[in-house]
């Protein structure tokens, strides 16, 4: 059984950064695409970025695209999120899940989610 459990979030001012990370369990860590979403009260889950199994392409959202930058350790199991330039509209649930097949965009082309982390950006 897979494990992603994401840390790091927390409550920040417009224009601060912060990074995100997503710790996994098993073996096979290497071996998959990795993405990160958001869920913001009352809006529907949407993508943010998403990184190839061996950091060798990534993928971002138009909205967070220069600010939002996504890496991978695929020895700690551990993908990043960095963000930079945070805004009020960043605020959200931050998932990270693991690729499964299909486009990167698409919720449902992950498998394994993790519980969130709350990312708040003050005014």
């Known amino acids: 059984q897979v494990q992603l459990v994401e840390s790091g979030g927390g409550l920040v001012q417009a224009g601060d950064s912060l990074t995100l990370s997503c710790a996994a369990s098993g073996r096979t860590f290497s071996s998959y695409a990795m993405g990160w979403f958001r869920q913001a009260p009352g809006k529907e889950c949407e993508f943010v970025a998403a990184?190839?199994?061996?950091?060798?392409?990534?993928y971002y959202a138009d909205s967070v695209k220069g600010r939002f930058a996504i890496s991978r350790d695929n020895a700690k199991n551990t993908v990043f999120l960095t963000m930079n330039s945070l805004k009020p509209e960043d605020t959200a649930v931050y998932y990270c899940?693991?690729?499964?097949?299909?486009?990167?965009?698409?919720?449902?082309?992950?498998?394994?989610w993790g519980q969130g982390t709350q990312v708040t950006v003050s005014s």
């Open positions: 899940a693991r690729g499964s097949s299909g486009s990167y965009y698409y919720a449902a082309s992950y498998d394994y």
């Open positions: 990184i190839g199994w061996r950091g060798g392409f990534t």
